[in-house]
């Protein structure tokens, strides 16, 4: 059993591990339009944080707690010891992943195919709680392929909870591990919210966060009127600016802010990851969308799609692109 209360994180309000989408530089981002968001970083395998160069895939700016780990893995020996690196490296919680359905996931006997093994997941989740002091938590799907009805989802849940673990992720479809590509699985499968709001009134004990299809301040707000917490993927990439709204209304209303204040601290985070040899169109990417749906977007998105990769030190670039849109 975890040795501490693992609700002392305020899960509100969170932002989804994306694979190539959210890195240290997108989380430094998410962090300026919603300060206080849990952020999440990409799945992270026991494999490579084991064997490879832990330094790269641990690595991220101070400024981004709270934050959590997330981790891909079955073995529970591996995860405890990724999860004892995550404590050790700052992270204020680890998070299991039980729902990615890629191919290379599922040959690595993790993610969504998990589903298929609770008692595998309890293992591995008990071990990774009894390896540390910070919140241990696990990101799942309603099932899989045909394991997937409600009786199998709250099966899975409950026997899952044995483990100590009270923070279930639900990202409120199912997975097709054959015939879909990751990116059908995120939009296919219908959504079941009323699942993940049933499970909540049948385990009132478990902190239930809801995943997949809020796009907006207010599709949030309805979600919580069911469940302890939102967790925004897409969208808060695709449209960021949803954060800064969820930011105020949900979290705190004398933190609004505004895009001049972004580019602005995003130029300087630029300089100094310049400075530090990482090219601006590793960082410019995740900006694209700043303005969406505002007059100017369209300007602002080609230029910076058209000027980032031709100057890896431009640390002008957002006000550039700003400057383009007038």
Known sequence: MNKINQN???????VAPMMDWTDQHCRYFHRLLAPSALLYTEMVTTGAIIHGDIDRYLAYNAEEHPLA???GGSDPKDLSICARFAEERGYDEVNLNVGCPSDRVQKGRFGACLMLEPALVKDCLSAMLDA???PVTIKTRLGV??????AYMSDFV?????SGCSVFIMHARKAVLA???PKQNRDVPPLHHDWVYRLKEQMPQLEIIINGGIDSLESA???LQYVDGVMLGRAAYHTPWVLAECQQ??????????REFIIEQMSEYIQTQVRNGVAVKHISRHVLGLFQGMPGARAWRRYLSENAWRNDDNTELLLQARAAMQ
């Open 8 to 14: 002392k994180i305020n899960r509100l309000l969170s």
């Open 69 to 71: 780990l997330q981790l």
């Open 132 to 134: 540390v002091d910070i």
């Open 145 to 150: 392929d045909d394991h997937y009805s409600y």
């Open 158 to 162: 409950g026997s899952v909870a044995e």
């Open 179 to 181: 015939g879909l590509s």
């Open 221 to 223: 707000q309805a979600q």
């Open 249 to 258: 209304v949900l979290l705190d209303q004398d933190s609004a802010v505004d």
